[in-house]
């Protein structure tokens, strides 16, 4: 059974930076592609970071530049690092799996949640101003 649990959220001031890991359980990184999402209060969840097993990454234009995906092979985790925070990154994090990859530059699909076959149960990062 796949079990994915994302760490690291919290409460930050505008222009702090958070660290957020996702560490997955009978999935192992490289298996597929992994994801970042975020769901804002009254929002729908939002595509921010994609990997692929050959460490290729896209993200959204929203926070292109201020965010960055990679694996951490020693913790056996997929990190998220976010800069430069604003108030309206405020939300819950999500961590994801998906056992097929989307073709690479396929960006619309890589940040969709369709596709996605595993999910953690999110990490809240609030940033105040």
């Known amino acids: 059974q796949v079990q994915l649990v994302e760490s690291g959220g919290g409460s930050v001031q505008s222009g702090g930076s958070l660290r957020l890991s996702c560490v997955a359980s009978g999935y192992t990184y490289g298996t597929g592609c992994m994801g970042w999402f975020r769901q804002a209060p009254g929002k729908g969840r939002e595509g921010l970071a994609h990997i692929d097993s050959a460490a290729r990454t896209s993200y959204a234009d929203s926070v292109k530049g201020r965010i960055t995906i990679s694996p951490d092979n020693a913790k056996s985790t997929v990190d998220l690092q976010i800069n430069s925070l604003k108030a309206e990154d405020t939300g819950v994090y999500y961590c994801?799996?998906?056992?097929?990859?989307?073709?690479?530059?396929?960006?619309?699909?890589?940040?969709?949640?369709?596709?996605?076959?595993?999910w953690g149960q999110g990490t809240q990062v609030t940033v105040s101003s």
């Open positions: 994801a799996a998906r056992l097929r990859c989307p073709r690479y530059g396929d960006n619309w699909s890589a940040l969709s949640v369709d596709g996605y076959n595993y």
